[in-house]
Each structure stands twice: as structure tokens, then as C-alpha cells.
């Protein structure tokens, strides 16, 4: 049985099938997949886009979606082996999987890290307990990585620029208020260097380096397709040439859980928003976000309103992706 928690565990071929199959949904939306099945959507986190895209989906394949609210209107559930449950937690994940399994066919799950210790959240611990112990397939609706974002960026960028391998796919870092989850851009570098694009990576400093596991996947995905991986702080130089800019914001991993110490290193990066000058400097190049964005701070309104942004397109990919990723799971569990 497998599960889709992140793209590291699924060939480059398997996910190309399912953007494939995603076409062929946004064409014929309906399906039989789930006909008599049931998914439960575990939502820790709020959502509008993930909910509605996926309790949507399981409706147009035939199933029953039921959407929990894990934070409130469900039992506290501990995941922790071994831990003595003295405190809030009033539910082992052991049981929680076990039994949710025996009322559902899929189990996907929404939840965030905490911002409290990288260290071990850098491990994803409560969506892989759920997979360890949960009898059906497992999602990942967005934790430390978001594999749906993945397939409709990828989904959205071969849509409007054809063949990506060899072209050059710009991440960069842009201005939030706040410092903000890693997962959208480890998700990103994920599947750019995957389906065989040069992966530039735009920071204000250094300490916004990516974690390890996610620098290093990517580098050895572009050492097998033959491309490359760089890191820059200069604006200039990442923007030139590029066919695909993504924009995202991030905490950076060294004050993780203590960001007032990183003011002085997010103050750097108070030009880094896409504006008009930066896209100009590019080869025709499309640009993107995963929404939500904050407009005239992440990205500037002219470009956002302009033929090249791609994010609405991205945003209605999820629908189709989720979709032929679901169909996938259920009948591989099926056999």
C-alpha cells in the first residue's frame, strides 16, 4: 500500500502520469473511482482552497467526502510512542488511525508544524504516524511539504511553456509580514528539479537556505536529469533568463521558533517583491504563486493582473490533480 505524502517517494513517471490524467479530468471532470468509497479530510489547519478542492473531487468521483475539524471538533490525539498520556491529548494516534481506517478508504491530512523545534519537526511527525498505524492510504494535504501544490504547479508550468526539462525555474523568497511554513518552497524545488529544470533559488541571506533534506533531493534529482541547482542573494542575477518564477515567502530554519532574531536578516529582503523591472529581466517568463498572496507586497498588482501570472490556473489545477491522485491510491489499494 502506498501513500502520497511526499513526491521524494513517487518516479518522475508516476507523477507525470497523474498531471496526465489531470488533463483528462479538466476535460471530463466526472469519474467512478470512489463510487462507494469514503474519504475523511482531517483539516489542523484552516483552508480554502485544499478543502474545497478536495471535498469537491471526491464528490465528482463518486464518493463521500466527511471533513474533520482536527483541531476543535475532534478528540486531542497524541502521537508519540511511548508517551504517558497525563495531559491534553485524550486519543492515541494508534487507535485513531486504526479505527478511522475501518470507516474510510482514504485519510488525508492538513497540518502544519508548530514553530517550536525544527529538529523534530523536520520529521513530519503526525501525518507519518498516521501512515504507520492508519490501515488505508494517507495524503498529505500540506505539512512540511504540500505534494497536491507540487502537481499543479507543474501541471500550470507545462501547460503554458510545453517541455520544462532544460529550462530554468526561479524560486524565490519575497516579503511577508510574518515568517511563514517551508513546505510550499521544499515542495517546490522538489518538482522543478524532478521534472528536469535548472532550480535557482533567490534569498535574502543564506540562513533561508532550504532544509538539507530538501537541498539535497534536489540536487541529486538535477544530477540525474543533468541540470543544475544554484543558490543566489542577487536579484539580478536569478531573474536573467528564467522561464518560470515562483514566489514564496519562509521562516529561516536557524530562528526557527525565535523569529524576532531574524528581523535583521527578513529586513533584507524588503526589495525582493516581483514587480514589473524583475519579470522584465526574464526570458518571457511566467510567474506564480500558491495563494493566498498578499498583493503590492509579494507581488506587485501589475504583475498579478498581467497574461503571464499563472496562479489562478495553478489554483483550479488541484481540482484535477488531487483527483487523478486519488484515483491512483484507491486502485493500487484495491488491486
Given at each position: 500500500m502506498r501513500h502520497f505524502l511526499t513526491t521524494e517517494d513517487w518516479s518522475r513517471e508516476d507523477l507525470q502520469a497523474m498531471i496526465d490524467r489531470a488533463r483528462a479530468f479538466r476535460e471530463s471532470p466526472e469519474g467512478d473511482a470512489l463510487r462507494g468509497k469514503s474519504v475523511a479530510l482531517m483539516f489542523f489547519n484552516p483552508s480554502l482552497r485544499t478543502r474545497s478542492s478536495f471535498d469537491i473531487g471526491v464528490h465528482q468521483l463518486g464518493g463521500h467526502a466527511i471533513v474533520l475539524d482536527a483541531q476543535g471538533q475532534t478528540w486531542p490525539v497524541e502521537f508519540e510512542e511511548g508517551a504517558v498520556m497525563d495531559g491534553g491529548p485524550e486519543e492515541h494516534v494508534k487507535e485513531a488511525a486504526r479505527?478511522?481506517?475501518?470507516?474510510?478508504?482514504?485519510?488525508?491530512?492538513?497540518?502544519?508544524?508548530?514553530?517550536?523545534?525544527?529538529?523534530?519537526?523536520?520529521?513530519?511527525?503526525?501525518?507519518t504516524a498516521y501512515a504507520r498505524h492508519a490501515t488505508v492510504p494517507v495524503i498529505n494535504m500540506e505539512t512540511i511539504v504540500h505534494p497536491c501544490q507540487e502537481l499543479a504547479i507543474m501541471m500550470a508550468l507545462q501547460d503554458r511553456i510545453g517541455d520544462v526539462r532544460g529550462k530554468d525555474f526561479l524560486?524565490?523568497?519575497?516579503?511577508?509580514?510574518?515568517?511563514?511554513?517551508?513546505?510550499?518552497?521544499?515542495?517546490?524545488?522538489?518538482?522543478?528539479?524532478?521534472?528536469?529544470?535548472?532550480?535557482?533559488?533567490?534569498?535574502?541571506?543564506?540562513?533561508?537556505?532550504?532544509?538539507?533534506?530538501?537541498?539535497?533531493?534536489?540536487?541529486?534529482?538535477?544530477?540525474?536529469?543533468?541540470?543544475?541547482?544554484?543558490?543566489?542573494?542577487?536579484?539580478?542575477?536569478?531573474?536573467?533568463?528564467?522561464?518560470?518564477?515562483?514566489?514564496?515567502?519562509?521562516?529561516?530554519?536557524?530562528?526557527?521558533?525565535?523569529?524576532?532574531?531574524?528581523?535583521?536578516?527578513?529586513?533584507?529582503?524588503?526589495?525582493?517583491?516581483?514587480?514589473?523591472?524583475?519579470?522584465?529581466?526574464?526570458?518571457?517568463?511566467?510567474?506564480?504563486?500558491?495563494?493566498?498572496?498578499?498583493?503590492?507586497?509579494?507581488?506587485?498588482?501589475?504583475?498579478?493582473?498581467?497574461?503571464?501570472?499563472?496562479?489562478?490556473?495553478?489554483?483550479?489545477n488541484r481540482l484535477h490533480v488531487q483527483k487523478a491522485m486519488m484515483e491512483r491510491l484507491i486502485k493500487e489499494a484495491d488491486g
Open positions: 479505527v478511522l481506517s475501518r470507516y474510510v478508504d482514504l485519510i488525508a491530512i492538513r497540518c502544519f508544524p508548530k514553530f517550536q523545534d525544527w529538529s523534530a519537526e523536520r520529521k513530519d511527525p503526525l501525518i524560486l524565490t523568497w519575497v516579503p511577508h509580514p510574518k515568517p511563514l511554513n517551508t513546505a510550499v518552497a521544499n515542495s517546490a524545488v522538489l518538482m522543478a528539479s524532478k521534472m528536469g529544470m535548472n532550480v535557482r533559488l533567490l534569498v535574502p541571506d543564506e540562513v533561508y537556505r532550504l532544509d538539507e533534506r530538501y537541498m539535497g533531493a534536489a540536487e541529486r534529482f538535477c544530477a540525474d536529469a543533468g541540470t543544475s541547482l544554484t543558490v543566489t542573494t542577487d536579484p539580478t542575477e536569478a531573474y536573467a533568463g528564467a522561464h518560470a518564477v515562483y514566489g514564496k515567502s519562509w521562516g529561516a530554519l536557524p530562528f526557527y521558533g525565535n523569529w524576532d532574531a531574524e528581523a535583521p536578516y527578513r529586513a533584507k529582503g524588503a526589495g525582493f517583491m516581483i514587480d514589473e523591472a524583475k519579470m522584465a529581466l526574464t526570458d518571457g517568463g511566467v510567474v506564480s504563486h500558491c495563494l493566498p498572496m498578499r498583493r503590492n507586497v509579494k507581488i506587485a498588482d501589475a504583475v498579478v493582473d498581467g497574461p503571464d501570472f499563472l496562479g489562478i490556473e495553478e489554483a483550479e
